[in-house]
């Protein structure tokens, strides 16, 4: 398992690398937090960091996702060593407490908040939690290796300076009263053509708080002021006018943990997108009516997925960034007998919890998710009443109940409409079976801004995978061939990708294989389970380690040569590493491959 968190200015990022080697001993938890110096993602010796707290959390204290304290904490030691002994069965979450990761061996940073993108491939449980966390689900005895923090180097915020602003105001740029409305930007000309481009905003939901109404920017009436918390607070622009949305109180709603959904709709592809959201913070979180922000961010390019780089501007570990999403409280939770939570994370109308926003890349749409994270009207989740240091009494805790009024603003949206030449015109793409191959073909003209072709599968479990890449040439015809397609039906797709980082996607073709000769394939390679399919009359499947010796083996009869026959092998006995699967076939073919367990 894998996750990457890339942290703010001070570039560096957080890799969470998993692997699990089994033993027959107590369970055990344990590995390095470390600083990778050559980001080869792996524990070198000399690279590990000292006096990192490292949480063990109990999942069965939890709210949907936060828990409510450790059930053990560690300090790694000179060599970046941690690690949790006698752990029973049940389910555990990981994790690093962020505010402990001061560290002048950081490459110079002070602080290791959580920033930019992560990848979670967890193998042994459903992970949900976008927060660098790990879930463990405990239900045998064995030894859980290597579970290790590695902080490697980012890039850091991206430079540009967009053409064009949209600015709330109190006249025809206001957002009062409305649930959607769309606003002129300034006319250009788009490649010869002239163009009136136009930017809406729309939200789901409306909320009353303090007799005022929102979402809404430019209201003279509003109690907080035109420009809350915006002004001088450390956005992009100094003198913002905000779209506020405040949530909450008497509009609480526990469905979806409160969501309100805002969603930003440009006319016209735009790039170079950069805007702030400031406020994301947290209020008592500790307390039984406390609350904390939690907002997540997308960018659209049509239906395609665009992620964008969120920095923390301040030097203060106010907020954890993950991919994509913002929480207002680094280090939530840490309710134990020895800490109390401190207000001053509490941004009112301070300079905290500020979060700059940036899309590179070509986007037509931008969601914004602002949903409310605290343990909240979740029985098995204790809370505490009166602010008190330390939690030592069971009288002092609370069920939780409704949080008072929250809310975070949106700063002015900085733009550049995209006017480029398109990557390229695809004239025709084919796929054609030949045999237990796929041969593709394409035909493009206008690819002066073309950099590549990426050719991409959909694999079994729904994903693209890049299969090769091709730069353009001066003919515009094209060919590749799928040496090891899935057998039946596969799906292929091209990814004009254009030199300044934008794309396009051809449409979908599809070419069967025929699946009733003899062979075996690996689902999912590398994977931490063995599963196996299998075509034509296999009689027996055999797997074997490097040295030869057998590892587990059956007699096996696929009653459907032609659809295929999937197996699987308990891979729990099994340590990390390359593995040999070997199939039978009733008329004498064996056929082997090889497995890489992780």
Known sequence: MNKFITAPVTGIALCFILFIQTAKSQSAISGHVFNDLNNNQVYDPG???????????????????????????????????????????GNYQVRIKLSSTSNAMLNGSKHGVISNSISDNNPYTADNNPNGLTDLDISTTNNYNNIDFAFISSPAAPRFTPENRFAFDNG???????????????????????TSPTITFTTDRQCMVSSQLYPQAGDNLNNNGMTWPGTGKGGFYPDDITLQMNFGQSCYNPANNDRA?????????VTDVRFSIYDIDCVNPQLVNGSIDHVKIT?????????????????????????????????????????????????????????????????????????EYAPVLIPSVKKILLPVTPINAESQWGTPTDP?????????????????????????????AAGQQVNLQWKSSNEQQ?????????????????????????????HFTDKHPLKGT???????????????????????????????????????????????????LDVFDVSGQLISGKAVHNTNPAAGMKMSFAATEMNAGFYFVKAAFANGETKTVKFVKN
């Open 261 to 269: 959904t805002l969603t930003i709709t440009f006319s016209n592809l």
């Open 404 to 432: 008072g009024a929250r809310g975070i603003s949106i700063g002015s949206i900085g733009y550049t409409l995209y006017c480029k030449t398109l990557a390229a015109s695809l004239l025709s793409f084919e796929a054609k």
């Open 172 to 194: 025809a740029n206001s957002f009062v009263n409305v649930m959607t409305k769309t606003f002129a930007l300034p006319a250009q000309n788009c490649r010869g053509v002239n």
């Open 490 to 540: 596969n799906q292929y797709r091209l990814v004009m990708l254009n030199n300044d980082g934008s794309f396009t996607l051809s449409g979908i073709r599809v070419a069967v294989i025929s699946s009733t000769a003899n062979d075996i394939s690996i689902l999912n390679n590398p994977s931490s389970a063995l599963n196996i399919m299998l075509y034509g009359d296999a009689v027996r």
């Open 47 to 89: 690279e590990g960091l000292q006096y990192i707290n490292v949480w063990l959390m109990d999942k069965a204290a939890v709210s949907p996702y936060y828990l409510v304290y450790p059930v053990q904490t560690a300090v790694s030691a000179a060599d970046g060593v941690y690690s949790f002994t006698n752990v029973g069965n």
């Open 299 to 371: 960018g659209f390019n049509g239906s395609n997925t665009v992620m964008p780089q969120i920095i923390l501007p301040q030097m203060i570990t106010y907020n954890t960034v993950s991919g994509n999403t913002v929480s207002g409280w680094p280090d939530y939770p840490d309710n134990n007998i020895f800490n109390n939570y401190p207000d001053e994370f509490n941004s009112g109308n301070a300079d905290h919890g500020d979060a700059n926003i940036y899309f590179p890349s070509v986007i037509d749409r931008v969601v914004i998710e602002y949903e």
């Open 450 to 478: 073309l950099q590549q072709y990426r050719i991409e599968r959909l694999s079994e479990s729904g994903s693209w995978m890049e299969l090769g890449s091709i730069k353009p040439v001066a003919a515009g015809l094209y």
